[in-house]
């Protein structure tokens, strides 16, 4: 390790020391916790042992099925890396205040992450500064052991094995049209959307993704794991529509990402979970094996259905903090990060609000608004990495929430920038 990040390592657990002391507690090492509960948890299903089984959102069946997804469908195996990347532990437990948002009626003013914790139902909560755990905490009766569902955060891990394939020339160029890579997809809409209309969401598809399980993503799910078994190829080329030249209307699409995982395997004749083992998974040290979901035909679910232990999401979530290098090698290119995670300007096609500094959208990634550089990975159900370049920070949550509420969010947030106080130096 480099004198100037010890010198960081250090300097962070002394400041997470007088944060403890400020607020008259006596510092707790940064070791796991456990609990074999959680808020609600007899509506998780905590009697029975937290069950698994169909329907995956059932509230009962939830955390069970969201850290065992693999006794419910069929997946492929990521081998976890033969000699894992050392993560170190703060001397002292980080302590976060923050303050409620105005529609939250409490009996004080500001919580701390216990607080938190006792109010949501995330199975893990995890903050990590370099390559330092800051925070591991566990409900539920989960363990650092269980691989849990990440939903959409699966979406990035899509993208920047994209942008590696591109690295490598297996695939030419991100304006390169789907059909270049899959020839089964020529003379459909979907064939001769480029690349990087893909990656933005904005394929200018008609795909209707509202969860309601009547939308077009349910449609896209049943037909790739519905009874009648036909070929991924198939099941995304029933999607024909075109509402909107390529990289002119953000729409968010699972058929988007669906298309990349076809176009990634083709060009690099390897399946995904094989990609991500050996350009990713174990180059970043991996501790634990992880699982990704595969449809009838065998291939991976390229927008959901990636399982992993909450600190190698950590790895990979301080391996995009470190711009794609981790462990003496540039894992993911540089250049391709920057580009999948900048900050959007005001009116682009990929801005989500119309403020001068606007939340955005990436490469499968959403970013918060500039000017500086921030991005996270969500899922649905409260999976959330999230990422500051700048100070190196992390923190990642899995999560059961039965639905994913705005105020859920917003605390998450509260939480994040009052930790990200502590770090930064504006």
């Keep these: 390790m480099s004198n100037w990040r010890s010198i960081v390592l250090v300097a962070a657990s002394s400041i997470v020391f007088q944060i403890c002391a400020a607020h008259g507690q006596e510092p707790q090492k940064a070791d796991p916790v456990f609990s074999k509960t959680g808020p609600r948890a007899e509506d998780y299903g905590e009697q029975l042992g937290y069950p698994v089984g169909w329907p995956l959102n059932k509230q009962q069946n939830m955390v069970g099925n969201y850290s065992h997804l693999d006794q419910l469908e069929p997946v492929h195996t990521i081998a976890a890396a033969d000699k894992p990347s050392p993560l170190l532990r703060a001397r002292n437990e980080i302590t976060v205040s923050y303050p409620f948002g105005d529609t939250y009626t409490f009996a004080t003013s500001t919580a701390t992450l216990p607080d938190y914790l006792a109010r949501n139902p995330a199975t893990g909560l995890l903050i990590a500064h370099d390559q ?32 590696i394939a591109i690295a490598e020339g297996a695939i030419q160029s991100v304006d390169d049209t789907a059909e270049t890579y899959v020839p089964e997809l020529k003379g459909t809409e979907i064939g001769s959307t480029p690349l990087r209309a893909l990656l933005h969401m904005a394929s200018g598809i008609a795909f209707t993704e509202d969860y309601s399980g009547t939308d077009d993503n349910a449609k896209l799910n049943h037909l790739l794991f519905g009874k009648v078994k036909i070929s991924t190829v198939e099941a995304v080329s029933q999607f024909n529509k075109r509402i909107a030249p390529p990289d002119t209307l953000w729409h968010y699409s699972g058929l988007n990402v669906e298309v990349l995982g076809l176009v990634l395997a083709r060009a690099t004749h390897m399946t995904m979970s094989e990609y991500l083992q050996t350009r990713i998974w174990q180059p970043m040290g991996a501790e634990s094996s992880a699982t990704w979901m595969v449809d009838n035909s065998g291939q991976e679910c390229a927008y959901a259905g990636f399982s992993a232990t909450l600190r190698d999401y950590a790895r990979f979530g301080l391996l995009l903090a470190d711009d794609g290098f981790w462990n003496g090698r ?73 639905d994913t509420p705005f105020l859920a969010e917003s605390e998450l947030l509260d939480v994040w920038n009052a930790a990200l106080k502590q770090f930064s130096t504006d």
Excluded: N
Aim: hydrophobic share 40%; charged share 15%; net charge negative.
């Design 132 to 163: 330092t755990i800051l925070y591991e905490h566990y409900q539920y009766g989960r363990t650092d052991h269980d691989r849990f569902l990440s939903q959409s955060m699966a979406k990035t891990i899509t993208a920047m094995l994209i942008g």
């Design 330 to 402: 540039q894992i993911i290119p540089r250049q391709w990060l920057l580009d999948a995670t900048q900050p959007v300007e005001q009116g682009s096609f990929l801005a989500l609000d119309e403020t001068t500094h606007p939340w955005g959208y990436g490469y499968l990634t959403w970013v918060f608004p500039g000017p500086h550089r921030m991005f996270w990975l969500d899922g649905s159900r409260g999976q959330h990495i999230i990422v500051d370049p700048t100070t190196h920070l992390v923190l990642v949550q899995t999560a059961v929430q039965p």
